[in-house]
């Protein structure tokens, strides 16, 4: 049984560019969470996908946005990238909206240059 | 105030000594808590739950839980040096969509 997959695993990027990033849920979860980690600091809830719609947001600019398809994928993506995007992306899944099942993912690596 | 606030650390306990975490919490979130280890350039990994007061153990692990300090605790018992690693407190924000917050984290290392 697959856990939660996410591709690519490192990533480098210019300043001023556009990333998506991608996530494949654990088997029979079809809730996507996506964080923001940097480095020393702990995971950062950016949104929440369930039924393809963006549920919840924390605290981060329009730049940041996300997709969640019907197989319950997920994309993040950010555009204009600067310096300080520079993180560890996770993304965690669970069974539902209000399940506490949460499973992460191995995350992205994204590097801004 | 954060909805999760843990120290920094580091925190360094010899090898078999008991390492003691903390985590307090604000009013917004749910009853809901949770212990993640996330070593250097991993993700997290689940080691403890706890949803009510007092104690749950598992193995070495202990989770206590008091709602009326607003605060949680982790106890590790017979410390080895493959604890070393970032211990995250979270919790859940009980509004519309259960999201899951996290604390900074504390990082513990164990001396051998």
């Known amino acids: 049984d697959a856990g939660v997959t996410q591709s690519p695993t490192h990533l480098i990027k210019t300043r001023g560019q556009q990333v998506t990033l991608r996530c494949s849920p654990k088997?029979?979860?079809?809730?996507v969470s996506w964080y923001q980690q940097a480095l020393g600091q702990g995971p950062q809830f950016i949104f929440q996908?369930?039924?393809?719609?963006?549920?919840q947001r924390g605290n981060f600019p329009d730049r940041f946005s996300g997709h969640q398809f019907p197989n319950y994928s997920s994309e993040l993506n950010v555009n204009a990238l600067l310096l300080g995007d520079s993180a560890l992306y996770l993304c965690?899944?669970?069974?539902?909206?209000?399940?506490?099942?949460?499973?992460f993912g191995s995350g992205t690596r994204l590097t801004v240059v | 105030q954060k909805e999760v606030e843990q120290n920094s650390g580091p925190l360094s306990v010899p090898e078999g000594a008991i390492a003691s975490l903390n985590c307090t919490y604000s009013?917004?979130?749910?009853?809901?808590f949770f212990w993640y280890r996330q070593y250097s350039g991993k993700s997290p990994e689940l080691i403890m739950s706890?949803?009510?007061?007092g104690d749950k153990e598992d193995g070495r692990f202990t989770a206590q839980l008091n709602k009326a300090s607003q605060y949680v605790s982790l106890l590790i018992r017979d410390s080895q040096p493959s604890d070393s690693a970032t211990y995250l407190c979270?919790?859940?924000?009980?509004?519309?969509?259960?999201?899951?917050?996290f604390g900074s984290g504390t990082r513990l290392l164990v001396r051998p």
């Open positions: 965690a899944s669970s069974p539902g909206q209000g399940s506490y099942g949460y499973t």
């Open positions: 088997s029979g979860h079809d809730t």
């Open positions: 996908y369930y039924e393809e719609e963006e549920r």
């Open positions: 009013d917004r979130v749910s009853q809901s």
């Open positions: 706890i949803y009510s007061n």
């Open positions: 979270a919790v859940i924000i009980q509004d519309s969509s259960y999201k899951l917050i």
